[in-house]
Every structure is written in structure tokens, then in C-alpha cells.
């Protein structure tokens, strides 16, 4: 299967032959394309999937479409984002702007490639609550620096793939009746054979706060979901929760004691703090407010303040060494407020 094609392997017969024709239109920049005819719903979704699978079709926003009633195919009209000549220019400056990007990445291994793709958002994009024009394309986060969470998504399949990474773009719906009021969209990436959720925009959003976080870096369906909403369609398959960031770099702590220990340890080297995934059951009030009288107790010893941001649901401990009294636990919240549909 082609990761650039997941979408479309979900797709029947007529479906996928709608699909191929936007493509081919789309690719050649073609003015109107003719188009297997079906009820309006689903020629949306297949323009959904289609816009999924490539993010770097990213000069296509929207289509219209007419017919005559006995016709089996519609003459569909893409709505370009430019002119033709503009179009151009801005596909070959988006293209040498991913080369010159991915050079240092190119020959590293999988994990590598990850990073480098996940350390660029983090560092590089801002998350565009103005709702700037193109933020829900590739162009605002690799060109403007800016985009919500759909063009972020994008951005990271794209740069994904052109490493050679097997990558998905997800897509959440809302949830009013519960108080998420928009979509959400973030990535399925491929590591040494097994599927993984990377949320580079909320790991985005918390790193606005703090130094890089990595509490949603290769997470299983189990810990994904437990503040991300079911995709609205068929995933593979997330059972690994060995690949966590934090339990990767043995940071994922069981017992208090070795949390006083890398406390203790991160005080000694100067670090400024230490941010840690919580493995030693659930990661409570009660918990939390033990794990930072050590880590006070640690820090006054030699003169330290702590102050601490903590994601719950992932139970990530964020804890940083302050010279002054700071305003104690802040809760992060990764969620943000842009509509997606």
C-alpha cells in the first residue's frame, strides 16, 4: 500500500475513480475535470481524502461542479488558491524550500527523521490563532511560519514523506455536545514497523510555555485517546507503548524515589528543570502534590525554587528551578480553538 494513497484504499470503485480524475486534474493544473457523477456527500469526501493524501496540493481549496440530469459524470471547476503563473512560482519555491529544509535529515535513520520533522514545528511554527490565510495548508507553516492544527498535519505528512517515512494525516470530528466545538487533525507515523500518534501541534502549543515538549511523540491508540477524539476514519492500529518519547529517553518514572533521584541528578548539572512521563499508576492530585514536596525539598537545599506545569492526561511533569517564589502548578492544556471543517 502507498502511504501517499492511504485514504484512497479505503475507497470503492466509483469512488476511486472520481478520486483519480481530481487528481490528474488537480496535478496539471487543469481549468475543469470530468468526474464520475455521485451524490454530493460522498464527491466531498473524496475531495477530503484526496486533500489527506497530499498536502502538497495544497493550491486547491474548494470545487464546483455542473451536470446535466441523465449524465453519468460532472465537469468539475477547482477553485485554485492563485492565477496559473503565481501557482507556479509558489509550487517551486515550496519545493526548493523542503529541499533545503530536509538536506541535514536526508540519510538518517527512521527515529532520526522523526525528530528532525518534529523539532521543526516545535521550533519554527507558530500556532496561528488569527486564522491567517493558509494556515490550513502546507504554505503557512513551511513559508509564513504560522498555521492551525490541519496545515501543521499536512506539513508533517509532507515533510514526512519526502523522507521516505510513512505518514497519515487524522482527522478528529467535534465534539459540541461535550465542549470540543472544531476538528482536529494530527499524524500516524511509521517506526520500525509499528504505527504511532505524533500531535506536533499540541506538543507545539505546550512548548510556547516551556522548553520542546514531546508528551504526544509516538503515543499508543490507549494513551492518544484518552484526550484526542476517535478519527472519523478507519486508523491502523496503535498498540505499541514502548515507542514514548519519554519512555525512550527513560524518562517515564515508576516510583517516587526515582523521581526525587532525577530531580536531584538535574539540580546537580545545573539543568534548568526536568520534564518526565508518570508510569507508577494514575498520576493524581495526591501524587502530584507528593512528587513536588520532594522535588521542593530537593531544590531549597540548594536554593532553588520549583515551579511546575503538568498534563494530566498524558501525566507529563513539567518542573523547572526558579531563583524566586513562582505561582505553583499550572495545568497545560494542548487543546486548541481553530475549526477545521
Known amino acids: 500500500m502507498s502511504e501517499k494513497a492511504y485514504y484512497y484504499q479505503q475507497l470503492a470503485k466509483p469512488e476511486r475513480a472520481a478520486y483519480d480524475a481530481m487528481l490528474a486534474a488537480f496535478t496539471a493544473l487543469a481549468p475543469t475535470a470530468r468526474v464520475t ?146 476538528r482536529h487533525a494530527w499524524n500516524l507515523v511509521r517506526q520500525n514497523g509499528q504505527w504511532y500518534h505524533l500531535d506536533a501541534t499540541f506538543d507545539n502549543t505546550l512548548s510556547q510555555n516551556s522548553a520542546p515538549r514531546c508528551d504526544y511523540y509516538n503515543l499508543s491508540d490507549a494513551a492518544a485517546f484518552r484526550d484526542h477524539l476517535p478519527s472519523i476514519y478507519p486508523l491502523p492500529v496503535c498498540g505499541d507503548g514502548a515507542g514514548f518519547y519519554y519512555r525512550q529517553q527513560r524518562l517515564s518514572l515508576t516510583k517516587p524515589e526515582d523521581a526525587d533521584s532525577r530531580v536531584r541528578q538535574a539540580l546537580r548539572k545545573r539543568q534548568p528543570g526536568l520534564t518526565f512521563h508518570w508510569r507508577g499508576g494514575f498520576l493524581t492530585r495526591e501524587v502530584l502534590a507528593c512528587l513536588l514536596t520532594d522535588a521542593g525539598k530537593a531544590a531549597g537545599e540548594r536554593g532553588k525554587f520549583v515551579s511546575c506545569s503538568v498534563n494530566f492526561p498524558q501525566a507529563v511533569v513539567a518542573l523547572r528551578f526558579t531563583d524566586a517564589q513562582s505561582a505553583g502548578v499550572r495545568e497545560d492544556n494542548a487543546m486548541e480553538e481553530e475549526n477545521e471543517s
Open 37 to 182: 457523477r455521485l451524490p454530493d456527500r460522498d464527491l466531498a469526501d473524496v475531495f477530503a481524502r484526496l486533500k489527506l493524501d497530499r498536502p502538497d496540493i495544497f493550491y486547491v481549496k474548494d470545487y464546483t461542479y455542473r451536470f446535466t440530469d441523465d449524465a453519468d459524470f460532472v465537469e468539475l471547476r477547482p477553485v485554485y488558491l492563485f492565477e496559473k503563473g503565481k501557482l507556479l512560482t509558489q509550487k517551486q519555491a515550496l519545493e526548493a524550500r523542503v529541499r533545503r529544509l530536509l538536506a541535514p535529515a536526508v540519510g538518517g535513520t527512521e527515529a532520526e527523521k522523526e525528530w528532525f520533522v518534529h523539532d521543526f514545528i516545535v521550533k519554527n511554527v507558530r500556532y496561528d490563532k488569527l486564522k491567517k490565510e493558509y494556515s490550513h495548508e502546507v504554505i503557512g507553516p513551511l513559508t509564513t511560519g504560522v498555521g492551525v492544527c490541519e496545515g501543521i498535519a499536512k506539513t508533517v505528512k509532507l515533510l514526512c514523506g519526502e523522507l521516505g517515512l510513512e505518514c497519515i494525516v487524522v482527522l478528529s470530528e467535534a465534539d459540541p455536545a461535550n465542549g470540543v466545538k472544531y
